[in-house]
């Protein structure tokens, strides 16, 4: 079984893990559990959620890390910066959106990768931001085994994680977003109910 971790801190934005966090859930080959600083946040929808594990006292053993976005990433805890620093150097597959990308760009973890994020105007004054990868203005990026995206861009980025872990072929990859995007009527037209 493997282990997705979602790390999300209060007023996280519930709607940006929603699509990643139930198809990696309904596989049999995968769980997905909570990490953050505080063993109870609140997302902006209201949704109170009880955390699995704080940082700094995560599994051992996981094998994605997804930072979802929301109103609280610009606050520090050590704690939570050594548990991402971890995860880097471990070479855990990470993806970030929205706020969560301010948050690496601020903390340096973004310099060796092209990225993405909300508006790169806003890191002017982010010391640690010095990246030899590029700032790409797309909705979602995937750079070795870090995947970067904007708050607007969920499915993008959901996409991108999924084809980043192998969690399915291609074609089936193709057939679930685009059934989320454009929904069942579209997907039916496309693709004869097929799934």
């Known amino acids: 079984m493997k282990t997705a971790l979602f790390l999300i801190l209060d007023q996280y934005a519930d709607w940006e893990g929603a699509y990643l966090a ?6 049999a080959e995968w769980q997905v559990k909570t990490v953050s600083v505080k063993h109870s946040v609140t997302s902006i929808g209201g949704f ?3 955390v699995d594990y704080l940082a700094g ?3 051992e053993e996981y094998h994605l890390l997804v930072m979802v976005g929301g109103d609280s990433w610009h606050e520090d805890w050590p704690e939570l910066t050594q548990f991402v620093k971890q995860a880097f150097y ?8 929205c706020g969560a990308c301010d948050y690496l760009a601020r903390k340096g973890f973004l310099n060796d990768v092209d990225h993405t994020g909300n508006d790169v105007s806003n890191w002017a004054d982010y010391r640690n931001y010095e990246p030899s990868g590029s700032f790409l203005h797309e909705q979602a990026v995937q750079d070795g085994r870090v995947v970067t995206a904007n708050g607007t861009a969920p499915v993008a ?5 999924l084809e980043m872990i ?3 072929p291609p074609e089936k990859l193709e ?3 685009f059934m989320i995007q454009y929904g069942m009527y579209r ?8 799934e």
């Not at 471990?90 to 959106?97: E, K, L, N, S, Y």
């Not at 997907?187 to 004869?192: A, I, K, L, S, T």
Request: glycine letters at 10%; aromatic letters at 10%; a negative charge.
């Open 48 to 50: 109170t959620t009880l």
């Open 57 to 59: 006292a995560e599994p």
């Open 166 to 168: 192998d969690f399915a």
């Open 187 to 194: 997907f039916m037209e496309m693709y004869g109910g097929d």
């Open 175 to 177: 057939k679930d977003m």
């Open 157 to 161: 980025f959901t996409h991108l994680v």
């Open 90 to 97: 471990d070479g855990i597959p990470v993806g970030a959106i």
């Open 22 to 27: 139930s198809m990696l859930n309904e596989d």
